[in-house]
């Protein structure tokens, strides 16, 4: 899933008693995957690592947590603190829009409200596969039948090529069609050092072969790429008209 992410705007004030920190990063991955990193502590009692809340439009996306960390940096800025307050969690949204907004949660045994850390937009949205078709190619029937329109090898086609789901976490399916007919499917799993060299950190396994017999005449062959979410949504390598 693609994803965008407005800027992290500082807490806009600071309430005695209650949490302090920052949120240091709000970074995404594929599949809607995000991961928020900062730190906080109560003032009241410094050196306690205090728990942490994290929402997606007022839903909490995660269990509360400990912001125990070791943040020697936090440390140095705050002696009577210590290091001991920082926080990093990952949780997965779906496709949509979300303010996500992180909150220091006052220890209850003192004075003063959560502390507001902050908030910020998250867009998600499903990136369809993509690809290459490298090769479509046709062998023609053969062995026909005096008198009759009956062939003893049927045509056929293969199709060559690479794709890749940039949010998704598993290989693509790759289907041909012949006009508005699925003929047969693959997976796009085979070794193109290509690819990875190409595209860093997908690895090498997207390549692709994929072959049907098909009747004598003319045909309209189209390869489509089936999303990995299983959303009902496909890519597309292109359409040919070929006869065989």
Known sequence: M???VAAFPAASCTI???PIGVVDSLRTNSGGGVTVEGWT???DVPTQSIEVEITANGKLVTNLFRAGGDRPDIAAAYPEAGPFHGFSASF???RGTFEVCIRGINDPATRGIQGDLGCQQVVITNLLPFGSLDSLTTVPASGQ???TQIFLTPGSVTATGWSIDPDGSGPVTVELYDGANLVTSTVANLDRADVGAAYPGQGNAHGF???AN????SHLICVFLRDTSGEPVRGTLGCQNLTV
């Open 92 to 94: 997965t949204l779906p």
């Open 2 to 4: 693609g994803v965008a």
């Open 16 to 18: 005695p008693g209650a």
């Open 41 to 43: 502590f109560d003032p």
């Open 209 to 211: 072969t994929i072959s």
């Open 145 to 147: 039948i005096p008198g």
């Open 214 to 217: 098909l009747f004598k005449g």
